[in-house]
């Protein structure tokens, strides 16, 4: 049986798959099922930093070390499968924490220009998809800034958002950005995590309407630096999303 999600789209994602499990462990994990009964566990780190464990597969997500307090020892950290980097900025991209995770079949997937400061990578440009693996997909989807004076921080068509789709569990890691007119087109979205910092992503109002184009069934707000987070969650009230505050200040 397929679950209903918010504005009546489909997902893949059965009434027992996501759980209203809002009680952090003591680990500040979140666990889910996918269709097919795979397990993905969501570990936040800080800031836009996570590890996503799939099915016994470890995904890193932007990991960085001194980029984003506290500082993270990637050594004590299992290797990772797969990388997946947004953009070449330093609370994103840090060239150690990628060497610390890395063993020698690790697939780093970013955009142009951290694949150059890398000097490795699979690049993906906004609209691309790649496979990862037979029950794994990876699509790049625009990330960028429109507040007039702030657009210098994110240019438009340089830098990824993801959408991560795990045994169909569909998983939106929008990256760096506001509200922009595309995230009317990422479809069918069982979990979101979404930035609310400004000058440099969104403001809480600017949250709750990409979450309404969105309309993800849970939300985890990150990226969200001094914002606080009652101010996102009063902004979220009466959206009928499931919002998830964990540590990613």
Not at 92 to 108: G, R
Not at 180 to 203: G, H, L, R
Request: some cysteine; proline content about 5%.
């Amino acid at each position: 049986m397929f679950l209903a999600a918010c504005g009546n789209k489909s997902t893949n994602a059965t009434n027992d798959n996501i759980s209203n499990n809002n009680n952090l462990n003591s680990n500040n994990m979140d666990t889910f099922k996918t269709k097919n009964g795979k397990t993905v566990t969501f570990t936040p780190i800080k800031h836009a930093s996570m590890e996503i464990n799939f099915d016994g597969r470890i995904i890193q997500v932007d990991p960085v070390i001194n980029g984003a307090l506290p500082e993270t020892d990637y050594t004590e950290w299992p290797k990772a499968d797969f990388i997946l980097i947004t953009h070449d900025h330093y609370d994103h991209l840090d060239t150690q924490a990628v060497a610390d995770l890395s063993k020698e079949s690790t697939v780093i997937v970013t955009n142009a220009s951290s694949a150059e400061a890398l000097g490795e990578g699979k690049v993906m440009s906004n609209g691309d998809s790649l496979r990862l693996a037979d029950d794994l997909m990876v699509y790049a989807v625009p990330a960028y800034n429109i507040t007039p004076g702030h657009t210098q921080f994110h240019p438009k068509d340089r830098d990824n958002g993801f959408i991560l789709v795990a045994d169909g569990l569909r998983i939106y890691i929008a990256g760096d950005t506001e509200d922009i007119e595309e995230m009317a087109d990422v479809k069918d979205i069982d979990i979101a995590f979404m930035p609310c910092n400004q000058p440099y992503t969104m403001t809480p109002a600017q949250l709750r309407h990409a979450a309404d184009m969105v309309k993800p069934r849970v939300l985890y707000p990150y990226h969200y630096g001094d914002t606080d987070p009652e101010a996102i969650k009063d902004a979220l009230e009466g959206s009928g999303i499931d919002v998830r505050i964990r540590d990613f200040q």
